[in-house]
């Protein structure tokens, strides 16, 4: 029997333990994850549209239709100002994602359901994972993104009529055993207790259009901050004057400060959309929260983990480890433009690691088959017998 139909067979056997049971504690191998917000560049589907310009050119008619315009022109043609605007960059990472997906099963036999074991996507990536593990339908999940970008985008510039600040994300990165005691002095600073609330310095009593807040932890030496970039900057002079924490930081390529009060619109209108989209539960694979860091348990619970994406903090970084720590995962696949989701992965489990191991990026037309022969030389390490 060979190394691919036993797995085929096992990973058969597993769906359907999974199915009767999604909390089920059986060790997961083969983790299959996407990038979110940030990633977006012109041309990242150009590669892929040379080299299979039928399953690519009909994919890309498929999103413009579904979406009412000719987004894959801005994605192919830019400029990168148009491309970099919220409602444009969201539909078009995802879509590219799953363009890819489903080129590696049409084009290479990459069978999802038999070679991966549980999806996981980063912020915005949490959508291909979706449609990946076969929970809910492409389209439905492309007009999701793209009415939820767009007022995301009007969340911001309302946030920025109202104040007169420019809002954005900035990225943190300090040493890893500064980072306990860095998260603890930020929510130090950002809640102070009740008895500060006349302290106009303070960010507790001020509503939800002046928060900084934590938008995500991405990793054992990266946290994102998410709000007014004026806010942020004042908050990284706190803490070098007053707690000694100095991390490098970088504004990301993001015009919107996501997973802050400042979106709960958007929160709102996934609830309400949410209830008129079809969720398949249990689904194909396990699919990773990004709020609460482990599967989803049940359609409600999917529904409104999803919506409360958009204001809560996302729990990458809790994510990775549970799939490394808890559930045995040693082969990490990342679909999607950029490399930025490989590297996150990496800085947890490492790129060289266990036998049967790695980390993977498949964002590239020319990497594919090299990738997917390193991946099916460590199939026979990962079939028990």
Known sequence: MSTYLRRAIASARAQTQYAANPNHTRPLRTALFFPGHGVQRVGMTRAWVDKFPDIAGKFLDEMDSILGFRLSRIIAEGPNSELNKTENSQPAIMATSVLILRILESKFGFDTKARVDVTLGHSLGEFSALVAGGYIRFGDALKLVQHRAEIMSR????????SGEDYGMVALVCEPEHMDGL?????????????????????????????????????????VLS?????????????RQFSGHDPRAVRLKSESPF????????????????????????????????ISGRPFTSEDRLKELLSQQCVDTVKWWDSIRYLDQERGVKRWIGIGPGKVGRNLVGKEVGRVMAKGGGVWAICDARDVEEILAALEATERDMVPG
């Open 183 to 223: 998260l603890t002095t930020i929510n130090e600073f950002l809640n102070p207790s009740l008895s500060d609330l006349n302290d106009e310095s303070s960010n507790f009593g001020l509503p939800p259009i002046q928060q900084v807040v934590i938008a995500n932890i991405n990793s054992k030496n990266q946290i």
């Open 155 to 162: 969340c911001t510039q309302h946030a920025a009529r109202e």
């Open 259 to 290: 997973h802050n009060p400042i979106m709960a619109p958007a929160a709102e209108y996934m609830r309400s959309a949410l209830r008129g989209i079809s969720v398949t539960f249990p689904a194909d694979l396990p699919c990773v929260s990004n």
């Open 227 to 239: 709000g007014s970039i004026e806010r942020i900057r004042t908050l990284l002079v706190q803490l």
